[in-house]
């Protein structure tokens, strides 16, 4: 008795007992935890794969991976990278944004800047062209999403005037521009607020665009003198799509898209009726649930390559879901593309809904929990493995650490 009655014993065994819960949570995981590096002998280990990572608070980069996961090149000195796209001269057109920039146009300086960069990696990675525009946050504003056209112009997704434009890569001279206040119902100023966050644009035919508006659900199809001429999920339905990134046309009437706070990728058809419908789920891979996809491609071969952004990892998978080969990446992933293949239109799946059930998720979150596990991602880069379980047991070793102190200090 006398042992428990002693403060300064009772505040070593709190204080012991908070280790050893903080052990047995987080080494059992770390122990039982699935590698996420799986290159099987069906993986295209000729091709490498290309990767925008946004990264934790601590700045992202553009990787490429070799044909078996082993990082052949990396370039950072940015806040994070987004979009990626393999050029045919070897050279990289990435999205980026990044800070300390003087000229800041109508804001303060110093001030955040975001645009395009051309990476090219010889000898050494290196910027041969940038084009950026001030922000007054990088937070939601920063440009998510650009491509070079065939006619040598720069598409751009912008984020912070909520709009859609293509300019001279030479001069920065606007071409064309449509505005998302022509269509949707705009604030007095959209740089102020995370209004529609446009996330994604694609050129899929002549002055035709297909448009990611993550903040309504919704996809658009724009074209040229005509504005918005296709709407999908025009109810904004979140269980047709929840905050998505990334579409991919796959040809008229279908597209895949990673469906990131649903945490799954769908494929929609275009069914008889004109209307949208989900024709293929995917929830995981390699028995890891998805959390926060971010981006999904329809590979020459079929098979789909998804970036699962929390989880640190892309996957490539055939129709059934099986793993054709998982690369471990740096923390935040946001897309990934094989090189050198493009993301034009290609292979959609057979339109049969058999056995799909559209309101099928990967979600499982825990209120308050699952937010405050989200915002540490952002912050630092974490283990995929670390869950809401982990932050409990944190939680409660903090209590335990707090009650022994004041115990041994009192003794």
Same mark, same amino acid.
């Given at each position: ?9 009772? %505040?070593?065994? *709190? /204080? #012991? ?5 903080? !052990?047995? @949570?987080?080494?059992? &995981? ?121 006619? %040598?112009?720069? *598409? /751009? #997704? ?5 709009? !859609?434009? @293509?300019?001279?890569? &030479? ?135 998804? @970036? ?104």
């Amino acid at each position: 008795m006398g042992a428990l009655t002693d403060p300064r014993r009772r %505040g070593v065994i *709190l /204080v #012991a007992a908070g280790t050893l819960l903080v !052990v047995l @949570t987080f080494g059992g &995981s770390w122990v039982l935890a699935a590698d996420t590096t799986n290159v099987t002998s069906e993986a295209d280990t000729e091709n490498g794969t290309i990767v925008g990572v946004q990264g934790p608070a601590r700045g992202g980069n553009v990787t490429m991976l070799d044909g078996d996961g082993n990082v052949s090149w990396s370039h950072g000195n940015a806040i994070g990278y987004t979009d990626v796209t393999y050029l045919d001269n070897g050279s990289v057109l990435a999205t980026f944004a990044a800070g300390g920039y003087r000229e800041c146009g109508p804001y303060e300086p110093p001030c955040k800047r975001t645009g395009v960069r051309i990476i090219r990696p010889q000898p050494e990675p290196h910027v041969v062209y940038e084009w950026t525009y001030p922000v007054r946050t990088r937070k939601d504003s920063e440009v998510h999403d650009a491509e070079i056209t065939p006619s %040598g112009e720069l *598409l /751009v #997704a912008d984020m912070e005037y909520e709009s !859609v434009f @293509t300019m001279k890569m &030479s001069t920065g001279e606007r071409t064309w521009t449509w505005n998302a206040s022509s269509y949707y119902e705009a604030p007095e100023d959209p740089t102020r607020e995370d209004w529609l966050h446009i996330n994604d644009v694609d050129r899929i035919g002549e002055d035709r665009y297909l448009v990611s508006v993550r903040n309504t659900n919704q996809l658009l199809v724009i074209e040229r003198g005509k504005g918005v001429v296709e709407v999908i999920n025009e109810d904004r339905d979140p269980s047709v799509m929840y905050e998505q990134h990334n579409p991919q046309w796959l040809g008229d009437g279908a597209v895949v898209v990673a469906d990131s706070e649903n945490d799954r990728v769908v494929e929609l058809h275009r069914n008889d009726d004109g209307e949208w419908e989900v024709v293929w789920v995917l929830t995981e891979a390699d028995g890891i649930a998805f959390d926060w996809p971010r981006d999904a491609d329809r590979l020459p071969n079929g098979n789909t390559l998804i @970036t699962d952004s929390r989880n640190n990892r892309i996957v490539e998978v055939r129709r059934d879901g099986s793993v054709v080969a998982s690369y471990t990446v740096e923390a935040l992933p946001y897309e990934a593309d094989r090189v050198p293949f493009e993301e034009s239109a290609r292979n959609p799946y057979p339109a049969s809904s058999d056995g799909v059930d559209p309101d099928e998720t990967g979600g499982r979150d825990v209120p308050v929990l699952s937010t405050l596990l989200a915002g540490l991602r952002h912050a630092v880069a974490l283990p995929y493995w670390v869950s809401e379980l982990h932050l409990v047991a944190a939680l409660v070793a903090l209590g335990l650490y707090a009650w022994g102190g004041r115990l041994l200090a009192s003794g």
